[in-house]
C-alpha cells in the first residue's frame, strides 16, 4: 500500500490506517491495481460474493467516517 503515503487529506489517511490489512490489500487492488471482483477472489482465494461484500463495508466504513469528520468541522 504505497499510495497511503502519496494521500493528502488527513481525515481519508487516517480511515485508511486503522483498516484490517486485508481490507487495505482489497481496496489496492480494486481501486489502484484496476482488478475487478472476480480477479480480487480468484487472487486472495475467496468467493465472489466475499469480495463483493468486503467492498461494500470498506464503501460504508469510509463514508461513515468522513461524513463524521465533516459533521466534527474536518
Not at 493528502?8 to 471482483?37: C, D, K, W
Not at 477472489?41 to 460474493?49: F, I, K, P, W
Request: proline share 3%; net charge positive.
Amino acid at each position: 500500500s504505497d499510495w497511503l503515503g502519496e494521500t493528502e487529506a488527513p481525515a481519508l489517511l487516517e480511515a485508511l490506517r486503522s483498516l484490517h490489512p486485508e481490507m487495505l490489500e482489497i481496496l489496492t487492488l480494486y481501486v489502484f491495481e484496476g482488478y475487478t471482483q472476480k480477479q480480487i477472489a480468484r487472487y486472495l482465494c475467496c468467493s465472489l460474493q466475499n469480495v463483493n461484500t468486503k467492498l461494500l463495508r470498506l464503501r460504508r466504513f469510509l463514508r461513515r467516517r468522513l461524513e463524521r469528520t465533516k459533521e466534527d468541522g474536518g
